[in-house]
Antibody, heavy 120, light 106 residues
Framework: EVQLVESGGGLVQPGASLKLSCVASGFTFSDYWMSWVRQTPGKTMEWIGDIKYDGSYTNYAPSLKNRFTISRDNAKSTLYLQMSNVRSEDTATYYC?????????????WGQGVMVTVSS | DTVLTQSPALAVSPGERVTISCRASESVSTGMHWYQQKPGQQPKLLIYGASNLESGVPARFSGSGSGTDFTLTIDPVEADDTATYFCQQSWNDPRTFGGGTKLELK
């Protein structure tokens, strides 16, 4: 069974940094693209970015690429999202997703999500 | 960015047929995908590539469309289908999502 388990969320002050993790199981992690997607409290969904299965390529939403960095450790089957200089508008539930690249790029498995609240 | 427009909400009775629409501001070819999100849960992939049913998803769900107009159909609707349905396009960068359609059962 495919499982994606996020951690690292919580309350963080504006301007601070935060690193989210996602441990994958139930599939060969190193065979898949992975992505982060977030959902605001108003339920708006936003793609954050992707990372290629071997970590050699990343792609980000233009509005986030200067502050967010995606990385992975295939030996640990773990995906990361480094967030820096966070703002109140980064308050959201962050989902780790597995990328499926057939018929376009979609997200065939999602973690349960981790909440990040940016507030002083 | 490609804007995806969905109706905010629909209410139907169990056993009926419901169509949920998603309109793109520019062509996305068949790079459209649909997700179901039940309250308090993560989204679940239903349809990929506009019309392909994800493994394990009931055949009551189907998708159609290409270019700018897409439809997710549920026939017949069951009580368990109460959820918000999102479309997502992957044809144009950046990938974008629709605002979601909340489906309620009468």
């Amino acid at each position: 069974e495919v499982q994606l388990v996020e951690s690292g969320g919580g309350l963080v002050q504006p301007g601070a940094s935060l690193k989210l993790s996602c441990v994958a199981s139930g599939f060969t992690f190193s065979d898949y693209w992975m992505s982060w997607v977030r959902q605001t409290p108003g339920k708006t969904m936003e793609w954050i970015g992707d990372i290629k299965y071997d970590g050699s390529y990343t792609n980000y939403a233009p509005s986030l690429k200067n502050r967010f960095t995606i990385s992975r450790d295939n030996a640990k089957s773990t995906l990361y999202l480094q967030m820096s200089n966070v703002r109140s508008e980064d308050t959201a539930t962050y989902y780790c997703t597995r990328g499926a690249t057939y018929y376009g790029y979609n997200y065939d498995y999602w973690g349960q999500g981790v909440m990040v609240t940016v507030s002083s | 960015d490609t804007v995806l427009t969905q109706s905010p909400a629909l209410a139907v009775s169990p056993g009926e047929r419901v169509t949920i629409s998603c309109r793109a501001s520019e062509s996305v070819s068949t790079g459209m995908h649909w997700y179901q999100q039940k309250p308090g849960q993560q989204p679940k992939l239903l349809i990929y590539g506009a019309s392909n049913l994800e493994s394990g998803v009931p055949a009551r769900f189907s998708g159609s469309g290409s270019g700018t107009d897409f439809t997710l159909t549920i026939d017949p609707v069951e009580a368990d289908d109460t959820a918000t349905y999102f479309c997502q396009q992957s044809w144009n960068d950046p990938r974008t999502f629709g605002g979601g359609t909340k489906l309620e059962l009468k």
